[in-house]
């Protein structure tokens, strides 16, 4: 006897939803750059995107899910970069600054990525633990640990010295960015100043 056959759509392939999830993330992305998240609605996203409200649903749980998607985009292609700079030929104190530079470059040639990223409307401490929790972008700036280490020679850069990297390279991006009509100096420059501090030599 053969068998019935199902009614209704046949599942989407992965690919296929992956595809429209990035597509309706840079929709809401210029959204949200342009009236912050909490002007937009999942309706009005959902318009915007072509899809029914049902179907946004089934991507993305809610704006802040949408917005988690976002930011993981971002650091996703930024790591990728500099895990490229980390394996590069360069000497070890040559490859820590080039990735030190390359980092803060991301985000003050992008400032509406990092306004996105690190000061989002609408956006609560516990929205941005529950993304650092659930993703795995922490664990993806140890690579800046491993710069340290080699830099250093010790191998392995203790948990102050690369946290003081990272408190470093956002505060020079973040104050470059949010006041830019002040003249804080070429990035290279003020990194320059730092890092001999931090490396500890």
């Not at 040559?94 to 409307?121: E, G, K, N, T």
């Amino acid at each position: 006897m053969n068998e019935m056959k199902r009614r209704g759509r046949p599942p989407r392939a992965e690919a296929d939803i992956e595809y429209e999830r990035g597509r309706v993330g840079t929709i809401a992305g210029t959204l949200f750059q342009s009236e912050g998240v909490e002007a937009i609605s999942m309706r009005r996203l959902a318009k915007e995107a072509g899809v029914t409200p049902k179907t946004l649903y089934a991507y993305f749980a809610d704006k802040r899910d949408i917005l988690q998607h976002i930011w993981a985009t971002f650091f996703v292609e930024l790591f990728d970069q500099i895990d490229q700079i980390a394996t590069s030929k360069k000497a070890p104190k040559a490859r820590l600054r080039a990735a030190c530079l390359h980092y803060l470059a991301y985000w003050i040639d992008q400032p509406d990525r990092y306004r996105m990223v690190f000061m989002s409307d609408g956006v609560s401490q516990t929205d941005v633990s529950v993304f650092l929790d659930a993703s795995p972008i922490v664990a993806r700036y140890d690579v800046f640990g491993k710069l340290l280490g080699d830099a250093t020679g010790s191998g392995k850069s203790s948990a102050a010295r690369l946290n003081a990297l990272i408190c470093a390279l956002n505060g020079i991006a973040h104050n470059k960015i949010t006041t830019s009509n002040y003249d804080w100096g070429k990035s290279e420059a003020l990194l320059d100043t730092l890092l001999p501090g931090i490396i500890g030599s």
